[in-house]
């Protein structure tokens, strides 16, 4: 449990914007590998995911159905609200997160990819996967773009930063 390939460098980012021993949700946290190295960092942290493995800190159903964890100062989301059922979604971690808790979604906007983008994976990418953009548009066509999981999210919160990259 420590695939960091998803979320590099985006524990240090939460890290440093929360307090000690804050109280921290991983939505669609996968193996869990966020989730321990939070919790190495000090903070009490849990995740959330129906393909979770069997770990304490770990609760194997969708965010939309989980009851009875309380409330977070916290709440992350790692690639994972690009697939979700966004009004669904949005309402969980509402009701998740304490009044002025933060949450804080790193996921990709796939209708950005672009030539460059192809190139660069062309170079990088060891698989038989195409990394053409029709290749891309094909095979990430049915799930939510940037805008669309932006425009969600700002119907429940209020964005304080708001950051692209490649």
Known sequence: MADSRWWKDFDA?????????????????GDGGLVNRLGELGFDALGVDPAAPVHPRLIREPVEHVRGIGAFDAVVAV????????DAITSALAR????????????????????????WLAEHDSSDADNSVAGWQREHGGLHTGATI?????????????WVGP
């Open 96 to 119: 998740l997160l304490r009044p002025h808790g933060r949450l804080f979604v790193y996921d990709f906007n796939w209708d950005a990819y672009d030539d460059r983008a192809g190139d």
């Open 150 to 162: 932006n425009e969600a999210l700002d119907v429940c919160f209020k964005p304080l930063l708001k």
């Open 13 to 29: 980012a939460v890290a440093a914007a929360l307090p000690a021993a804050s109280r921290v949700l991983d939505v669609g946290c």
């Open 79 to 86: 690639m994972a609200l690009h697939h979700a059922q966004l």
